[in-house]
């Protein structure tokens, strides 16, 4: 993901506008995790902070422990559920900052053990 990131082109002109990375915050948090120490964001976190304080946390969940995880069940609004303009512009305009941010994923699924 990291790569993909790398090879992204800008969808503006850099310095004129602003946008967070919402969806891959956390595969550029770890690739900087990675380089300054080595480790994986997970081993990092475990060797770290998870252990360390006796948290039951993971990033980068084990197989043996998908058993435990819930699925993300799509909402679905009422009939007269007036939308947030966060939300309107979001489904109103593909290119918009909130289009892009929410669904120029490459795929992934937020729930999925292969993403």
Do not use: C
């Amino acid at each position: 993901m990291v790569e993909q990131l790398a090879a992204e082109q800008p969808f503006w002109e850099p310095g004129t506008r602003h946008g967070y990375h919402m969806t891959t915050f956390g595969w550029l948090v770890g690739e900087v995790v990675r380089r300054v120490s080595g480790l994986s964001l997970g081993t990092f976190f475990k060797t770290h902070i998870a252990d360390p304080l006796a948290v039951d946390f993971w990033i980068g969940l084990p197989g043996s422990e998908h058993g435990r995880v819930s699925r993300l069940l799509r909402w679905k609004p009422e009939k007269g559920f007036q939308h947030a303009p966060f939300t309107r512009q979001l489904l109103a305009a593909p290119k918009s900052i909130q289009a892009l941010a929410y669904f120029n994923n490459g795929g992934y699924k937020a729930d999925s053990a292969d993403s």
